[in-house]
């Protein structure tokens, strides 16, 4: 069993920081692909950042040049630091990973509860 938990969600003003952290645990092999998927009310969950084992990333456009992920490969960690942001990032932000747990072989995608995060005009 994997499981993934998120931190670092909360209430900010326009052009404010927050970084969001995540945590996978239980029997995981290795890690493949990790991100961060945002849904706001009334929305389609869609992908904000992604970040391949190698170190590839990817972002949507809207947070490109704002948004940045990281992760830590010994740690199982992945993290999203957001700086000026704005009010249309107010959403309930997951954490995802591809992970090959524990006798393997397969890798399967895991998410976290979701925290809310919001920003005030």
């Known amino acids: 069993q994997v499981q993934l938990v998120e931190s670092g969600g909360g209430l900010v003003q326009a052009g404010g920081s927050l970084r969001l952290s995540c945590a996978a645990s239980?029997?995981?092999?290795?890690?493949?692909?990790m991100g961060w998927y945002r849904q706001a009310p009334g929305k389609q969950r869609e992908m904000v950042a992604h970040?391949?084992?190698?170190?590839?990333?990817n972002y949507v456009d809207s947070v490109k040049g704002r948004f940045t992920i990281f992760r830590d490969n010994t740690k199982n960690t992945v993290s999203l630091q957001m700086n000026s942001l704005k009010p249309e990032d107010t959403a309930v932000y997951y954490c995802n990973a591809n992970v090959l747990a524990g006798a393997g072989p397969y890798y399967y995608d895991y998410w976290g509860q979701g925290t809310q995060v919001t920003v005030s005009s």
């Open positions: 239980g029997s995981i092999f290795t890690i493949n692909d």
């Open positions: 970040i391949t084992s190698g170190g590839i990333v």
